[in-house]
DNA sequence: CGCAAAAGCGTACGACATACGCACCAGGGC
DNA sequence: GCCCTGGTGCGTATGTCGTACGCTTTTGCG
């Protein structure tokens, strides 16, 4: 029944005692990727180069961390931080919450490259979850509605987030409006050719915010409906 | 105002010529890589691996293919092969939209791995887009709503498709279950305590299908609300 | 002060993507 | 029949990566 915890999770959760050691250690090794994934891109953190703004050599790394995929699930716990405090009521604190995620993911996106969706089991992403779920309190909602209402609106805010951050990125909307126009004709992709002649995809300022405004209005309309059916 | 079109976009295309190579082709080299990527995972895609199934030498694969990136911008184009026809009405339209979708994410688990939500370009993927589009004609929204609209189900299906891919990899829910109500203690995270007691992640038969289900209402219930508020 | 355990690290290996340049081959013009 | 040209296949080599292994240095404690 129950099986191996695996020593990731123990560590995270604090039930094997931290190494005590000096100069290295797990969180400024943690701390120092996450620099490094946030400046330049998660394909830009290797060992070695973590070793060298540590300032030691890549294999004095493993003593704390046992491998590469552990370092980014140590990572992944890390980054997000504490969730905020919510306002009262299940819409503006589920969308105080969606706001304050996509905030994270703006700051830190590697995490969407990192976390392939794979259910998060380190403290750090459950508070989050647990903090979406609490926006829910008091509803009549069920326990399993709820969850399904706050994965819903997570999946919105990943979804949302990967296109945001990429076009912040530097990858330019007006790039992607010009080929659009150019590759796509009305007799193989009607539908797409109208919505690019109406200018959907045209760059402008608040694009990003409008999107995800527009977006998450439409996902929360659905919890409401769920709500006044009950 | 037009700047240079990307070579691996002409060759989506067809507006660059196909190279009339005898034995390997691009199609016989992509198609194989995305039977390698569906076997045994994008990891254990390598060039070299990728001409041993071939019966070629590595180095030949680059005649074909630029490098890595565009074999992957290919692979992306190939695998969700055509949209389908879709129902009248867009609701059941959109519904099935969706299913297809998760679908193509089901056997071909690599491409939310790939595809890290940049905007697509490719023929392949536009064709969708298309369809998901077409889905809302008839309907009195505007081209922004019908684009926010398919942009929140797309979401909703990629969120949905990469947990349930895990979980159908053998990541059994039986230890997720265990897992959370080991750690998760109710003066820490007592919302999602709650959930655990409850028993929402107790492994059931169905529970990827009736979770696909449940949120896909919840996402098109609130794309009602806005036809009713119309 | 002595010693065990822990921390740091140098070397080495195997996988990987891919630059470069040579060998082969087909087809077309003479 | 012969050569020449452009494309196709590939062998070699380079640099990067993660990390196994075992040695050396440091540290905390009795």
Not at 66 to 77: G, P, S
Not at 107 to 118: F, M, T, Y
Not at 131 to 153: K, N, W
Not at 179 to 192: G, K, Q, S
Request: proline share 7%.
């Amino acid at each position: 029944m129950t099986r191996e915890i695996p020593r990731t999770l123990q560590i995270l959760w604090g039930e094997a005692p931290r190494p005590g050691g000096r100069g290295l250690n797990r969180e400024r090794i943690v701390a120092a990727a996450i620099e490094i994934a946030d400046a330049d891109g998660l394909a830009a953190l290797s060992m070695a180069r973590l070793a060298e703004r540590l300032g030691s050599a890549p294999m004095s790394l493993y003593r704390h961390v046992a491998n590469k995929d552990e370092l980014l699930a140590f990572m992944l716990d890390a980054a997000p931080g504490s969730p905020p405090e919510l306002p009262r009521g299940w819409r503006p604190g589920l969308e105080a919450w969606a706001r304050a995620l996509r905030d994270v993911y703006y700051a830190h996106p590697w995490i969407l490259q990192v976390s392939d969706g794979r259910p998060p089991l380190d403290p750090g992403q459950l508070a989050w979850l647990d903090r979406g779920l609490a926006a829910l309190d008091g509803t009549p909602l069920s326990q399993r509605d709820r969850f399904e209402v706050v994965t819903a609106v997570l999946y919105f805010v990943r979804g949302e987030a990967q296109i945001g951050a990429i076009l912040m990125r530097g990858g330019s909307m007006e790039d992607y409006a010009g080929l659009i126009a150019h590759f796509v004709r009305p007799e193989r992709l009607p539908a797409l050719a109208a919505a690019s002649d109406a200018g959907i995809f045209r760059p402008s300022a608040d694009a990003a915010e409008s999107s995800f405004a527009y977006g998450l209005a439409r996902v929360l309309d659905g919890v409401s409906v769920l709500l006044a059916g009950d």
